[in-house]
Every structure is written in structure tokens, then in C-alpha cells.
């Protein structure tokens, strides 16, 4: 597959877009690790078109992976304190029906070059502890697990995590 296109999230029509991508994904995936109650929660919490404008505000950046004309899937860099050396991954997802074809990887990839360039030297993110097939691509990706992370999210939920990281190497490391 030839290298998608990334480019920054901007404007409300684009923000509408990621928020439908999420509907539909999420729907596909997550019901059946955390069930219909906490996906229709979490989407309304977290990746409404008003959650990812308020996101975008306190400073998270949002990127479409488009293909063929089309946004085939979306991710999100969140902000950390400043001198920490860190950067979260906040979000990665490709539509079900094109996932398999290099689309994370390139995602990641152009994400780590993001991180090369701003000096982070380490990327992490966090991930529900039963999304196998997630956690086996992220390995493959050469993150590995180092914390188990439990969050009350409201709503009589918690989010059952693992938090996985990645070295992000320096030119002046190799
Ligand atoms: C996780 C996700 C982003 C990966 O994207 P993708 O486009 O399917 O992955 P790719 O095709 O780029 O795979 C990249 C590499 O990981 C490997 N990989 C992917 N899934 C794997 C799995 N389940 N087990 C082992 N390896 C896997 C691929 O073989 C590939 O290896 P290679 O490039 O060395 O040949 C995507 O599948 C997805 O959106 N999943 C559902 C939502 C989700 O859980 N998102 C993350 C929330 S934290």
C-alpha cells in the first residue's frame, strides 16, 4: 500500500469526520472487550465532536490518515508537561475493514518522526488490557508494558489498562 496521507485535524467539518470514524470504529471493536454501556459512554465522553474540539483547545493534535480521497482512520498526540521528555499517543484507529495493510504502522511511524522532532525521547500510551490483538501490534511496533493502569472514568466505569512505551532513539544515540 503506497504511504497514506497524514495531515493535522482542523476545522468542523474535519472534526465531524473524525467523530463519525470513531462512532463506527469503536462500535466495531470495543463492544465486545468492554460491552455497549461503556462504548456508547466513553464515545459521548470522550470522542463527540464537542469532546475532540475541547481535546484540540487544551492542546491535543489530531491527525486523519487519508487514502484514496477517503480518511481511512485518525490519531491524536496529547500534551505533556513540557521538560518531562514525553509524549502520549492518545489515539490510533483504522477502519476495520482496511486494518492489516501498513496503516498503523505508517501512522506510528510518521507519529515517532513527529517525536524525533520535537525532541521527545519517550512515546507511550495506554491500552484496555483485553484488546489482544491491539497489544500484540503495538509489540510488534517495539512497545513494551510498563504499568498496569486502572481509572475511574465515571458513569460506574473504569478503564483496565496497560500503559506501553517506546524509546524514541536521538541521531546522537546511534
Ligand atoms: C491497532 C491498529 C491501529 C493497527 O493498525 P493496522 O493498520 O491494522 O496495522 P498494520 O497493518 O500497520 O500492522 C503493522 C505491523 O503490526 C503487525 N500486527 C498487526 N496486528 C497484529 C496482531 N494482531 N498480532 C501480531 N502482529 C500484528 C503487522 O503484522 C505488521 O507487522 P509488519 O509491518 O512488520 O509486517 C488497528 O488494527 C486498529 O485500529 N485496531 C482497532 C482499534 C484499536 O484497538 N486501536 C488502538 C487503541 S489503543
Not at 470522542?47 to 491535543?60: E, K, L, P
Request: hydrophobic share 40%; charged share 20%; net charge negative.
Amino acid at each position: 500500500m503506497a504511504f497514506p496521507t497524514i495531515k493535522i485535524v482542523s476545522g468542523s467539518s474535519e472534526i465531524d469526520a473524525v467523530a463519525a470514524l470513531a462512532h463506527e470504529i469503536w462500535n466495531q471493536h470495543f463492544v465486545s472487550i468492554i460491552g455497549q454501556a461503556q462504548v456508547d459512554y466513553m464515545l459521548h465522553r470522550f470522542q463527540s465532536v464537542s469532546a475532540i474540539t475541547g481535546q484540540i483547545s487544551s492542546g491535543y493534535i489530531y491527525y486523519t490518515i487519508t487514502d484514496g480521497g477517503h480518511i481511512v482512520g485518525y490519531f491524536a498526540l496529547a500534551p505533556v508537561p513540557d521538560g518531562s521528555g514525553e509524549a502520549q499517543l492518545s489515539k490510533l484507529y483504522v477502519r476495520k475493514n482496511l486494518q492489516g495493510r501498513g496503516l498503523g504502522r505508517a501512522a506510528l511511524e510518521f507519529a515517532e518522526g513527529l517525536c524525533h522532532q520535537m525532541g521527545v525521547r519517550k512515546l507511550w500510551l495506554t491500552v484496555n488490557r483485553h484488546n489482544s490483538s491491539t497489544i500484540d501490534f503495538y509489540w510488534r511496533m517495539g512497545f513494551s508494558i510498563e504499568a498496569d493502569v486502572v481509572q475511574d472514568i465515571g458513569g460506574g466505569f473504569e478503564m483496565d489498562d496497560y500503559r506501553m512505551a517506546k524509546a524514541i532513539a536521538r541521531e546522537d544515540d546511534k
